[in-house]
């Protein structure tokens, strides 16, 4: 039972590199989310998806873009890095988004150099 | 303000010890409260949902006050696998809308 899965664990990208994020759930959930977490501030909402082919911004969308083609991946990309987007990376999945808990992916750690 | 806001700690206990948590948070609509646990450099996992009437689970007890805003974690017999940071979390509307929304934690550092 996998639950949410993360790929990369780990990245190193100089500034202006592009990557994408990969978020895989197998519980069949609809809302999936993209976190950072960066000291002293938790988590902080980048994207979130309320179903297959839907996207909306969270708190701190700017620089970061998402899709979710299929309902059990969710996508995070960066088309330029910026140093100030080196901090931990987390996915989460839910069935619901209220009264329920999300259940997490273990995290992406990507520094930008 | 900080829509949840905890005392970020260290809070350095000994084994044995009962320690508590508060968590206060500002919007009056939340319905949803959580407590969630995650280690050093590891990812959240949810520890106990926290009802009204205040719930238990073992050595875990939680409570909401509704009418002064908070959620507290109490801890009994405190063990060195507790050491942990203890994330609040609640339903709160940003501009996501009703999603939820995580304090800074708490660091709990239990000591031999």
């Known amino acids: 039972n996998a639950g949410v899965t993360q790929t990369p664990k780990f990245r190193v990208l100089k500034t202006g590199q592009s990557m994408t994020l990969l978020c895989a759930q197998d519980?069949?959930?609809?809302?999936m989310y993209w976190y950072r977490q960066d000291p002293g501030m938790g988590l902080r909402l980048i994207h979130y998806s309320v179903g297959e082919g839907t996207t909306a911004k969270g708190e701190v969308p700017d620089g970061y873009n998402v899709s979710r083609l299929k309902k059990q991946n969710f996508l995070l990309g960066l088309e330029s890095a910026a140093p100030s987007q080196t901090s931990v990376y987390f996915c989460a999945s839910s069935y619901l988004a209220d009264h329920q808990p999300q259940h997490f992916g273990d995290g992406t750690r990507l520094s930008i150099l | 303000r900080k829509e949840v806001e905890q005392d970020p700690g260290p809070f350095n206990v000994p084994e044995g010890a009962t320690v508590a948590f508060n968590c206060t948070y500002s919007?009056?609509?939340?319905?949803?409260f959580f407590w969630y646990r995650q280690d050093c450099r590891k990812e959240p996992k949810l520890l106990m949902s926290?009802?009204?009437s205040g719930n238990e689970d073992g050595r875990f007890t939680a409570q909401l006050n509704r009418a002064s805003q908070y959620i507290s974690l109490l801890i009994r017999d405190s063990k060195l696998s507790d050491s942990a940071t203890y994330l609040c979390v609640v339903t709160g509307f940003n501009n996501a809308g009703n999603m939820l929304t995580f304090g800074g934690g708490t660091r709990l550092m239990v000591k031999p």
């Open positions: 519980m069949n959930h609809e809302y």
């Open positions: 926290v009802y009204s």
């Open positions: 919007n009056s609509a939340s319905q949803s």
